[in-house]
Structures are given as C-alpha cells and as structure tokens.
Antibody, heavy 120, light 110 residues
Framework: EVQLLESGGGLIQPGGSLTLSCAATGFNFSTYAMSWVRQAPGKGLEWVSTISGSDDRTYYGDSVKGRFTISRGNSKNTLYLQMNTLRAEDTALYYC?????????????WGQGTLVTVSS | QSVLTQPPSVSEAPRQRVTISCSGS????????VNWYQHLPGKAPKLLIYYDDLLPSGVSDRFSGSKSGTSASLAISGLQSDDEADYYCAAWDHTLNGPVFGTGTKVTVL
C-alpha cells in the first residue's frame, strides 16, 4: 500500500526558513517523480514543485522560484522541501504527491499534509 | 488566481446525477489532458479521473470525465452522501509552464 507521510510544518516568522519532509512507503520511490502541492486557508490547490525520479531535475511554480528547493533522498525514501524567505502568503497545508508514472503531473497518491503558518 | 474556472458549488439529491464544469484555454485544457481530484478537507486528495476520461483502479464507475475544446466536465451519477467533497480539475499549462488546478467545486448531497 502506498503511503506518504509529511512532517516538518509549524509556525515560523516571516523571513524564516523551514524544511518539510515526506516519508514514502509501498512503492519503488526512486523511479517516480514527486511533487509538493499546497492549499492556503480557504483557497484551492496550488502546485509548488516537482522533482524527477531518475535524474533529479527540478521544477518550481513562479510564486516559490528562487526561495524553495525540492530534493529527494532515495536511500531514505524521503522527499524534502527547503523553504527560505518565507512570506505570509506561504501559509498553507503542504501535500506531497506521487506521480502516476508518466512524468506528466498526474498525482495518483497524496499525503494528508503538514501545516505551515508564517506569522509574527 | 487559477486559470481553470469551476462553479463554486453544486448540489443534488441522493441517487441523482451532477456535472461539474471546468473552463480553461488553448494553453491548458485545449492542448493537454485533464485530471480530476476529490478532496475532503483534512484528508489526502484522491485521483478520480486522468487523461480526460480514464478511471484509476479502485475508483467507482459512477465517476466519469469528458472534454471538448477548452472545457472539461466531471459527472457523478447515483449521488451518495460520501460524495460530498471538493472537486478540482487540473491540467498542464504551456504558458505558465506548470500544472494548474481549477478553482474547486463543493458538492453537496441534499
């Protein structure tokens, strides 16, 4: 059974940094692209970032480009999101999501999310 | 601000059929596949439809997807109380160079 478990969220001041983790089980982690998607309070879903499965190519949404860094530890079956220079508008529930396998952003499994609150 | 527009809410009685629309443009729906997700607040979103009209394994065939031009639709037949959730369409957008989600539609079973 595929399971994705996010952690690392919390309350952080504007301008601060935070690293999220997503522990994956139940599939061959290293062969699948993985993504982060967020949902701000009362808002819809927003794609944040994706990392490929094989060669670690990375992609970012415009709202986080230059501030967030996605990475993966295939030996630990873990996905990461390093978030720097956090802003109030980054407040959201952050989900990690597994690609279905065709590298075309079909997210077939999601975690339950970890909450990031950026506030002074 | 999403580039894919959905109605904020739809409602229907149990056992009836509802349809959720998703309106986009040539840079997204008009040239790329559409996927649909079901999301209960506080829960993990669930893939319902991919590549416009394909059902993932384990998803009820009460759900169906279609696409025409720059719009797509999700239909839920035989509506049940546990279908109450938020539903999102999604597609790759060439202009934004990334996947975009719809504004979301809340389904209420009367």
């Amino acid at each position: 059974e595929v399971q994705l478990l996010e952690s690392g969220g919390g309350l952080i001041q504007p301008g601060g940094s935070l690293t999220l983790s997503c522990a994956a089980t139940g599939f061959n982690f290293s062969t699948y692209a993985m993504s982060w998607v967020r949902q701000a309070p009362g808002k819809g879903l927003e794609w944040v970032s994706t990392i490929s499965g094989s060669d670690d190519r990375t992609y970012y949404g415009d709202s986080v480009k230059g501030r967030f860094t996605i990475s993966r530890g295939n030996s630990k079956n873990t996905l990461y999101l390093q978030m720097n220079t956090l802003r109030a508008e980054d407040t959201a529930l952050y989900y990690c999501a597994k690609d279905k396998g065709y590298g075309d952003y079909v997210f077939d499994y999601w975690g339950q999310g970890t909450l990031v609150t950026v506030s002074s | 601000q999403s580039v894919l527009t959905q109605p904020p809410s739809v409602s229907e009685a149990p056992r009836q059929r509802v349809t959720i629309s998703c309106s986009g443009s040539i840079s997204n729906i008009g040239s790329n596949a559409v996927n649909w997700y079901q999301h209960l607040p506080g829960k993990a979103p669930k893939l319902l439809i991919y590549y416009d009209d394909l059902l993932p394994s384990g998803v009820s065939d009460r759900f169906s997807g279609s696409k025409s031009g720059t719009s797509a639709s999700l239909a839920i037949s035989g509506l049940q109380s546990d279908d109450e959730a938020d539903y999102y369409c999604a597609a790759w957008d060439h202009t934004l160079n990334g996947p975009v989600f719809g504004t979301g539609t809340k389904v209420t079973v009367l």
